[in-house]
């Protein structure tokens, strides 16, 4: 029987500390940090994610603008947009919500951004620091994975770890984050064989694939710390990738879906953006 982690409850936690941090910059510098986030189209998901972001965003005590552009708008005129946030001595952190239009190259418009704005982490600096072990921005979920795993206490050193998914935003990362903790990592992806072997052999499991109740209770070892990335909504209820109800009966901490990695994400996001502010007021 599993202890779950709640990163509803851990976020909050978070949450109130970088509103009590929020409050020392402001009497320190006379200003608070200030969150752009660009918003291209009318995807519904897409705008209850930046919604929710705003909405931490202020309750932390925090600026956040929401700038929503048509979908038709050019690269040029989103890079020139760009531009204008990055002299723009008002604004610490520039968030484009993905996906953007296909017609808009992605790498150009994440590129353009400043990197120490980058709240996101996916300017190829900040990727190459996650790399390299070197200090910059994390990106915000496999930000939020670490902090979950940390919170249980279990020394991650020499352990094995299965990340499912290997994508930029998700897997990659939370990968070479686990290394850098020096567990002995396992990336599997949509080509891996014997997917159950490698996960009955994981001390510390993270699915980030999007395939509800992929990972099955058999494949959990007992006493395994499970992290559930995945969303998938299955007749109208949001699940994650593992059969949370199977492998809360091996694992030793599993993380919910929903109340597990989404609220952690939000709350990386908040802690980014505040050390974005102090990259670039404290220069
Ligand atoms: P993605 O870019 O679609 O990547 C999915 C990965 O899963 C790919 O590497 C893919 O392999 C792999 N995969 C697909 N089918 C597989 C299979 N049958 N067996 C093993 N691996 C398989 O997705 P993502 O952006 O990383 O997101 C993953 C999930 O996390 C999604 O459900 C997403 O909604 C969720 N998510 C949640 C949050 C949050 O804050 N809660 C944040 C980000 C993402 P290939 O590379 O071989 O195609």
Do not use: W
Request: charged fraction near 25%.
């Amino acid at each position: 029987m599993s202890n779950v982690i709640s990163g509803k409850e851990l976020s909050k936690t978070i949450r109130a500390k970088v509103k009590e941090d929020v409050e020392k910059l402001q009497a320190t510098y006379n200003k608070v940090p200030h969150l752009v986030v660009v918003l291209v189209g009318e995807d519904p998901a897409s705008l209850s994610y930046v919604t929710a972001k705003e909405r931490a965003c202020k309750r932390a005590g925090m600026k956040s603008t929401l700038l929503r552009k048509d979908a038709s708008i050019t690269q040029a005129e989103l890079l020139t947009l760009i531009h204008e946030l990055n002299d723009d001595p008002d604004v610490h952190g520039i968030l484009v919500q993905l996906p953007i239009p296909d017609h808009i190259d992605e790498n150009v418009i994440i590129d353009a951004i400043k990197q120490e704005k980058d709240v996101d982490g996916f300017h190829p600096l900040n990727v190459a620091a996650v790399h390299l072990g070197t200090p910059g921005i994390l990106p915000a979920t496999p930000k939020g994975i670490m902090t979950m795993l940390k919170s249980t206490g279990v020394e991650l050193k020499g352990k094995r770890a299965l990340v499912i998914g290997r994508s930029n935003i998700v897997g990659k990362p939370v990968a070479m984050l686990l290394l850098k903790e020096h567990a002995t990592v396992t990336i599997a992806h949509s080509r891996t064989q014997n997917m159950g072997d490698l996960a009955r052999e994981a001390d510390i499991l993270v699915a980030a694939v999007g395939r509800a109740n992929m990972v099955t209770g058999d494949m959990i070892k007992e006493g395994a710390v499970v992290i559930d990335v995945g969303v998938n909504r299955v007749d109208d209820k949001l699940v994650g990738d593992v059969d949370f109800e199977a492998a809360k009966e091996k694992a030793a901490f599993i993380t919910p879906v929903p109340g597990g990695v989404g609220p952690m994400t939000i709350a990386s996001l908040l802690e980014n953006t505040v050390e974005c502010f102090l990259m670039i007021e404290g220069k």
